[in-house]
């Protein structure tokens, strides 16, 4: 089984982690990853089929609205709280 949520929240942030003023190394990204997928439905699928009709759901502006809101969240909360000492 397979969240293909986290493909769809990596593809998601790397779009966007350029305008986030966030940190982008590797560590926070993945903080950002995991804070978002937490806030979002998981959606499995354990086949290749069933991964690409999960993601056909996934083209509606509100699922790309509520992914990128948790994205920007997390790119906040791991701003505050990074893991590593500020660069
Ligand atoms: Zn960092």
Known sequence: MKNVMEDIVAEKLDEVIGTLGCCTCEQCRSDIISYALNRLKPKYANTELGA???????????????????????????SKNPRHAKA
Do not use: C, N, P, R
Not at 54 to 59: G, P, Q
């Open 52 to 78: 690409a009709l999960a993601k056909v759901d996934t083209l509606s502006h509100q699922f790309e609205v509520d992914v990128l809101t948790a994205i920007y969240d997390g790119a906040e909360t791991v």
